[in-house]
């Protein structure tokens, strides 16, 4: 089992940035990609960045894709997302995973409870 905890979400402003951390406890050993992907009110869950167990993988949506970045310390077992140039459509509850590699969330079993994200216009 792993048990996976989201934090750094808030109110920014357009053109803020944030930083997001997700600890992980439990099986920390096995090989798990981590992901990152968010659902807005009235949309479906969509897939924002993923990184290999190694960190040496990497990929993202095209809608984030030159503004956040993906990284992760094994030593910590957190991994990060760091969002730049924030935009209102980036307005989401986000949620860390942990799976196989991937932009498919059926591929993600272990879940965090999500952080909201929200940018001011």
């Known amino acids: 089992q792993l048990q996976l905890v989201e934090s750094g979400g808030g109110l920014v402003q357009t053109g803020g940035s944030l930083r997001l951390s997700c600890t992980a406890s439990?099986?920390?050993?096995?090989?798990?990609?981590m992901g990152w992907f968010r659902q807005a009110p009235g949309k479906e869950r969509e897939f924002v960045a993923t990184?290999?167990?190694?960190?040496?993988?990497?990929y993202y949506a095209d809608s984030v894709k030159g503004r956040f970045t993906i990284s992760r310390d094994n030593v910590k077992t957190t991994v990060y997302l760091q969002m730049n140039s924030l935009k209102p459509e980036d307005t989401a509850v986000y949620y860390c995973?942990?799976?196989?590699?991937?932009?498919?969330?059926?591929?993600?079993?272990?879940w965090g409870q999500g952080t909201q994200v929200t940018v001011s216009s």
């Open positions: 990184s290999s167990w190694t960190g040496r993988m990497t």
């Open positions: 995973a942990a799976g196989t590699y991937g932009s498919d969330w059926a591929g993600y079993d272990y």
């Open positions: 439990g099986r920390t050993s096995s090989p798990y990609a």
